[in-house]
């Protein structure tokens, strides 16, 4: 069994992560397979990481018994946040219309994350900035790490 944060790019996951280590004092991993603490010897990297973070679903999650949490964050706010880095930001991407992106590479993770029959929960970003406390508690409970 593995606990998975599902996410999209700009959505808050490294955030997300730092969280759960700092309250755990484990590692999690994610795009390139790094503990996020900086301070690694606070970790206890000897054991397997608790989260892995993805921005792609995996069909054998299913049946591989996984526990899967879905960061979820306005995604217009993420996708001129990611693109932010690629070229200015203009009217046009304000109003929807990106150039080289689409939202619906956005909404992919959701549809799975609906599809799928295993233990799943939602992190909304924006409750996670407002009701830090219990949402932290809540997460951390889903994934058995109190």
């Not at 606070?42 to 792609?56: Q, W, Y």
């Not at 018994?65 to 996708?79: G, Q, S, T």
């Not at 992106?101 to 599809?115: A, K, S, V």
């Amino acid at each position: 069994m593995e606990n998975i944060l599902l996410c999209y790019p700009r959505s808050g996951s490294t955030w997300v992560r730092y969280i759960i280590e700092h309250f755990t004092n484990k590692a999690t991993i994610g795009g390139y397979d790094v503990p996020l603490a900086v301070e690694q010897s606070i970790l206890n990297l000897n054991t397997p990481s608790i989260l892995t973070r993805k921005h792609e679903w995996n069909n054998n999650w299913s049946q591989q018994n996984n526990r899967v949490l879905l960061l979820i964050r306005n995604y217009k706010e993420c996708i001129i946040r990611n693109m932010q880095d690629i070229m200015p930001i203009s009217i046009e991407m304000l109003n929807g219309s990106i150039a080289g992106n689409n939202y619906f590479n956005y909404i992919i993770p959701i549809i799975n994350f609906h599809e799928f029959i295993g233990q799943k929960q939602v992190i909304y970003y924006e409750d996670l900035i407002q009701n830090h406390e219990i949402e932290i508690k809540k997460y951390l409970a889903f994934l058995n790490l109190k």
